[in-house]
C-alpha cells in the first residue's frame, strides 16, 4: 500500500508542493507514495504554479480512513481528511505549532519553526542528498515565496532564504520577483469569482478554548479589489459564523501596504477588539503590520480565548 502524502484542507501552494516534493522524497529513498491533495479544485495561485513548473495536479484524498497517510504542512485534526482517527499516519512534516493529532506508533515526525513545509523539505533532500527535479525545485521555490510573501512576512527565516537562493539554481527560475507577482496577480484575482470561493480561498477552522473559530485570508494587492463586494464578503462571513462558530474572522490582507483590514463576526466583538489592540469601525478593522494568519492572527487569538 502505499503513503498518501496530503497537506491542509483547503490546500495553498505549500500543501501542494509539500505534498509533490515529500511523495517524490519517499519515493527516491525506497517508499513508494502518492502525492495528493483534499480538494480536486486548488486556488488560482496553486494552479498557475503546477502549470508553470509542468506538474500533475495531485490525486483527490479526501478520506483516510484504514489508509497510510503522511501528512505536510499540518497536524490538526479540523485541518485533516475525514477519518483520520482511523487513518495509519506513517510521517508529518511541518512548520506550524504542533496540532492535536496523535497517532499509535512511534513515527518519522520533523518540524521547523520556519516560513515554509518546503523549507524543511529542501533541509531533508539536501541532508540526505536526495536529487531534487527541475519541476519540483521550481514548486518549493513557489510555495516559500507565497508562505513567506516574498520574504515580506513576520515567519521568513534565513533558511527560507538559503533555500530559495538553493532552490533558483536548481529550478532556473533566476526572476523571483517576477514569479512573485505573477503568483499575487493569479491568487488575488476577485472578478467573477463567487463570494463563497473568495472566503474559502484560504480558509482554516481552530479549536480556541473549546470555542470554534475560523480564519480566512484574501491576499491583494490593494483593497480596492473588493471595495465594491464588502457587503456580500461579510454576509458570506456572518452566515458562516452562524453555522455553528463562536467567531469567524475574514483577513483582507493588503500586500503591497503590509496590513490587513480584519472582518469581524463574532458572538464577543469585544475579545476580538483587545485581542488585536483595535477598535472595530462598523464590521472590520485596519491592523498595520499584519500579514500572517499563523504568526500574527492566531497567537493573539488563542491568549484571548484562554487557549
Ligand atoms: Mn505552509
Redesign the pocket.
Known amino acids: 500500500m502505499s503513503v498518501n502524502v496530503v497537506g491542509h484542507s483547503s490546500p495553498?501552494t505549500?500543501?501542494v508542493a509539500g505534498a509533490i516534493a515529500y511523495a517524490h522524497y519517499l519515493k527516491s529513498t525506497g517508499t513508494d507514495a502518492v502525492a495528493c491533495a483534499q480538494s480536486a479544485t486548488l486556488n488560482p495561485e496553486t494552479t498557475l504554479v503546477l502549470k508553470k513548473f509542468g506538474l500533475a495536479t495531485p490525486q483527490v484524498f479526501t478520506d483516510a480512513g484504514g489508509k497510510d497517510v503522511a501528512l505536510v504542512?499540518f497536524s490538526d485534526i479540523a485541518q485533516a481528511p475525514a477519518n483520520i482517527g482511523k487513518a495509519n499516519i506513517v510521517a508529518i512534516v511541518d512548520?506550524h505549532k504542533i496540532g492535536d493529532i496523535t497517532t499509535n506508533s512511534p513515527i518519522f515526525f520533523y518540524a521547523q519553526p520556519v516560513g515554509?513545509?518546503c523549507t524543511v523539505l529542501y533541509e531533508m533532500y539536501t541532508t540526505n542528498k536526495v536529487a531534487l527535479p527541475k519541476n519540483i525545485a521550481g514548486a518549493m521555490l513557489a510555495a516559500i515565496l507565497s508562505?513567506t510573501v516574498n520574504f515580506k512576512s513576520p515567519t521568513c527565516t534565513p533558511a527560507d532564504k538559503t533555500a530559495v537562493a538553493a532552490l533558483k539554481g536548481v529550478s532556473g527560475v533566476s526572476d523571483t520577483d517576477g514569479l512573485f507577482m505573477d503568483m499575487l496577480k493569479a491568487k488575488s484575482a476577485v472578478d467573477g469569482v463567487p463570494i463563497k470561493d473568495l472566503l474559502f480561498r484560504d480558509y482554516k477552522d481552530f479549536d480556541m478554548g473549546g470555542k470554534k473559530v475560523g480564519i480566512g485570508q484574501l491576499e491583494l494587492a490593494t483593497l480596492d479589489q473588493v471595495a465594491k463586494m464588502r457587503n456580500d464578503l461579510y454576509k458570506a462571513v456572518a452566515a458562516l459564523k452562524a453555522d455553528g462558530r463562536h467567531t469567524v474572522l475574514f483577513m483582507l490582507t493588503d500586500v503591497v501596504k503590509e496590513g490587513t483590514d480584519l472582518m469581524v463576526a463574532s458572538d464577543d466583538p469585544a475579545l476580538i477588539e483587545k485581542a488585536f489592540k483595535g477598535k472595530l469601525s462598523g464590521q472590520s478593522m485596519w491592523i498595520d503590520g499584519m500579514m500572517s494568519r499563523k504568526k500574527q492572527a492566531v497567537p493573539p487569538l488563542q491568549k484571548a480565548f484562554g487557549a
Do not use: A, K
Open positions: 495553498d505549500d500543501s504542512d512548520h515554509c513545509t508562505d
